[in-house]
C-alpha cells in the first residue's frame, strides 16, 4: 500500500504575506504542509502539478525551494510539474542550476518502491493552454516501454477536455490530447494526476483515470458558466493505491466560499 499527497496551483509570490485576490498563497501552502505533518502515515511521495509560482520570478522559485525541503524533511520525494504561471529559465536557475537547455521543458521520470511516476511539462511559453511536442511524446513512449512492476502514474499541469469549467472551455486544456491517449492506451497506467482548473473533477483519456486536485491557492467555481469566478477554499488530494486499486479523496484546508473575484476570461492564446 502506498499514500501519496498530489498538490496542485500554489501560485507562489515573491515575498511573505504577499497577497492576491485578498489570499496569501504562502501562508495556504503552509497549512498544507503543517497538515500532512499531523498525518498517521508519512505519504511515500508528493507530486506538485504545476503553477508553482504564480508570476514566474526567481524570489518565488526560492520560497519554492524551501517548501521542498520541508516536504522532504517529512520523508517524502518530491516531484515537479510546471504550469502555465511558471518560467522554465527561473525555475531551473533557483531549482535546478542554470544550464545550457534552460528554457527547454522540464519533464523526467521516478521509481518508487515499483511505482513509475512519469512528470510531463504540458506547459507552453506565453500561453495558457497546454501541449506535448513530438520530442517529450516519443520519450514518453520509451518509458512506457521499461517495465513498472507497480504500474504507472502520469502527473502533468494541463488536463485533456472536455473542461469541467463552462467559462473556460476546451481551449484552455492539453491541445492534441490523441496523441497522449495514443500512448496511454492499454499500459498498466492507474491514472493521469493533473491541475490547472482549481477544482477537483475527475475523467477519463484511452480508459485511465484523469483526476484533478483542489488548488491551493483558490478554487473556481464549476457552476458559474458565463464568468470565471474565483472562491475562498482551497485544499489539496490525498491517495492510496492498494494492491492495484486507486482511490483518491479531496482534503479541504479552507472551506469558505465568499466570491473572490468574478471575471470574463480572455480566449486562450
Known amino acids: 500500500m502506498t499514500l501519496f499527497a498530489h498538490l496542485s496551483d500554489l501560485h507562489l509570490l515573491a515575498a511573505a504575506g504577499d497577497r492576491f485576490h485578498g489570499i496569501d498563497p504562502l501562508a495556504r501552502v503552509r497549512r498544507a504542509i503543517s497538515t500532512l505533518y499531523q498525518l498517521h502515515e508519512v505519504p511515500r511521495f508528493v507530486v506538485i502539478t504545476g503553477d508553482l509560482s504564480d508570476r514566474g520570478d526567481p524570489a518565488s522559485y526560492e520560497w519554492l525551494r524551501r517548501i521542498v525541503a520541508?516536504?522532504?524533511?517529512?520523508?517524502?520525494r518530491v516531484l515537479l510539474?510546471?504550469?502555465?504561471?511558471?518560467?522554465?529559465?527561473?525555475f531551473r536557475r533557483v531549482m535546478a542550476?542554470?544550464?545550457p537547455a534552460a528554457d527547454a521543458p522540464w519533464y523526467h521520470s521516478t521509481m518508487i518502491d515499483g511505482l513509475q511516476l512519469i512528470v510531463l511539462d504540458t506547459s507552453v511559453p506565453g500561453a495558457t493552454h497546454g501541449a506535448l511536442d513530438d520530442a517529450q511524446l516519443m520519450w514518453l513512449a520509451a518509458q512506457l516501454a521499461e517495465p513498472a512492476p507497480a504500474g504507472r502514474l502520469v502527473a502533468l499541469h494541463h488536463p485533456p477536455?472536455?473542461?469541467p469549467i463552462p467559462a473556460l472551455g476546451d481551449g484552455f486544456m492539453l491541445q492534441r490530447p490523441q496523441a497522449l491517449a495514443a500512448l496511454l492506451q492499454h499500459r498498466d497506467v492507474h491514472a493521469v494526476l493533473a491541475g490547472h482548473?482549481?477544482?477537483?473533477?475527475?475523467?477519463s483519456l484511452a480508459g485511465v483515470?484523469?483526476?484533478?486536485a483542489p488548488a491551493l491557492a483558490y478554487a473556481i467555481d464549476p457552476l458559474a458558466h458565463a464568468m470565471v469566478r474565483g472562491v475562498a477554499a482551497s485544499g489539496f488530494?490525498?491517495?492510496?493505491?492498494?494492491?492495484g486499486a486507486l482511490v483518491t479523496t479531496p482534503?479541504?484546508?479552507a472551506t469558505a466560499r465568499e466570491l473572490l473575484f468574478e471575471e470574463r476570461p480572455l480566449p486562450p492564446r
Do not use: F, K, Q, Y
Open 161 to 163: 477536455p472536455p473542461c
Open 251 to 253: 482534503v479541504w484546508l
Open 197 to 203: 482548473v482549481h477544482l477537483p473533477s475527475t475523467s
Open 97 to 99: 542550476g542554470a544550464g
Open 70 to 76: 520541508e516536504l522532504e524533511g517529512l520523508g517524502a
Open 237 to 243: 488530494a490525498l491517495g492510496r493505491l492498494d494492491a
Open 209 to 212: 483515470p484523469v483526476i484533478t
Open 81 to 90: 510539474a510546471l504550469g502555465n504561471h511558471d518560467d522554465r529559465a527561473a
